[in-house]
Nanobody, 116 residues
């Protein structure tokens, strides 16, 4: 139901835009989020956005560099990642929650690798 894409290998300082296409659920009814899991580490929160897209939250580690957005008409959520750092290397997952914090659905993940 959630399909993340857009990952790849980039150099430090580059940008990437991840997409999360949804199917089988009405996107406007869900809070959406991006999480990431680096090698050998636990999955961590990255960013989230409310139903209408007018409220966003970011982890301190990505604040000011990443931007989450959504297009409910296209059933897609985006994560624009700028000024990428090697420590951003991780598998990125999108998730959907009917209410804040209740992450019910997860995508399969897309790998982002940032070389120094």
């Amino acid at each position: 139901q959630l399909q993340a894409s857009g990952g790849g290998l980039v150099q430090a300082g580059d940008s990437l835009r991840l997409s999360c296409a949804t199917s089988g659920l009405t996107l406007r009814m869900y809070v959406m989020g991006w999480f990431r899991q680096a090698p050998g580490k636990e999955r961590e929160f990255g960013a989230s956005i409310n139903w209408d897209g007018d409220r966003t939250y970011y982890a301190e580690s990505v604040k000011g560099r990443f931007t989450i957005s959504r297009d409910n008409a296209k059933n897609t959520v985006y994560l624009q990642m700028d000024s990428l750092k090697p420590e951003d290397t991780a598998v990125y997952y999108c998730a959907a929650a009917p209410t804040w914090g209740q992450w019910r659905y997860w995508g399969q993940g897309t790998l982002v690798t940032v070389s120094s």
